[in-house]
């Protein structure tokens, strides 16, 4: 089975601009979580996505958001990027039929930088 | 709102056995797991345990659980160079919010 998926790996923006990112997970999993890893505050839930609805959310400004669409893939945009936000976005699916599945796997991640 | 604290940096000799340690301080947790990240990549899911084991065993992983102390391990049995990685506890609490990482423990070894 092919691992979870994420596209592109590496990103540059400019501050003020936005930026989509995408997640492919494993096949058959419905359910996709969205992280944001940083050096200073590490690994933080930003959202999560089961069958096409947000099924819960971290604690992060409205200008970060997702979707997912009906074959669980899922995309998250982030808008009028600051300096801040430049970080690892990794993804992560599991089956998710009753929240949290217990085994969460993840993405190589998509690494952001906003100059 | 919930902690996982873990030390930053463990040094081992190869061969060894490491023990990394996480304390956690919501009482409500499900599940929790072991993470190892190595440079450039994303997290790799090394095990779990649910909340009312006290321990778990898969190959050269140990995993030991005291609820009560709220304080979750992770040996790694004869230790080798290909272990060398970042290694984060995380937790899954009562709560709907995703998995609460620690700030993960850097495993070096030594030849």
């Known amino acids: 089975k092919a691992g979870v998926t994420q596209t592109p790996r590496y990103l540059i923006k400019t501050r003020g601009q936005q930026v989509t990112l995408s997640c492919s997970p494993i096949?058959?999993?419905?359910?996709v979580s969205w992280y944001q890893q940083t050096p200073g505050q590490g690994l933080q839930f930003l959202f999560e996505y089961f069958s096409e609805t947000q099924r819960n959310k971290g604690n992060f400004p409205g200008r970060f958001s997702g979707r997912q669409f009906s074959n669980s893939r899922s995309e998250m945009n982030v808008s009028t990027l600051e300096l801040g936000d430049s970080a690892l976005y990794l993804c992560?699916?599991?089956?998710?039929?009753?929240?949290?599945?217990?085994?969460?796997?993840f993405g190589p991640g998509t690494r952001l930088t906003v100059t | 709102g919930e902690d996982v604290e873990q030390s930053l940096f463990l040094s081992v000799r190869e061969g060894d056995s490491s023990v990394i340690n996480c304390t956690y301080t919501?009482?409500?947790?499900?599940?929790l797991y072991w993470y190892k990240q190595e440079p450039g990549a994303g997290l790799q899911l090394l095990t779990y345990i649910f909340s009312n084991m006290d321990m778990k065993q898969d190959q050269r992983l140990t995993v030991l659980l005291n609820k009560k102390d709220k304080h979750l391990s992770l040996r790694i049995a004869d230790t080798q160079t290909g272990d060398s990685a970042i290694y984060f506890c995380?937790?899954?609490?009562?709560?709907?919010?995703?998995?609460?990482f620690g700030k993960g423990t850097h495993l070096i070894i030594q030849p």
């Open positions: 919501d009482s409500s947790s499900t599940y």
């Open positions: 096949s058959g999993h419905r359910s």
């Open positions: 992560a699916s599991s089956l998710g039929e009753r929240f949290p599945s217990y085994e969460q796997y």
């Open positions: 995380a937790e899954k609490g009562g709560g709907a919010d995703g998995l609460t």
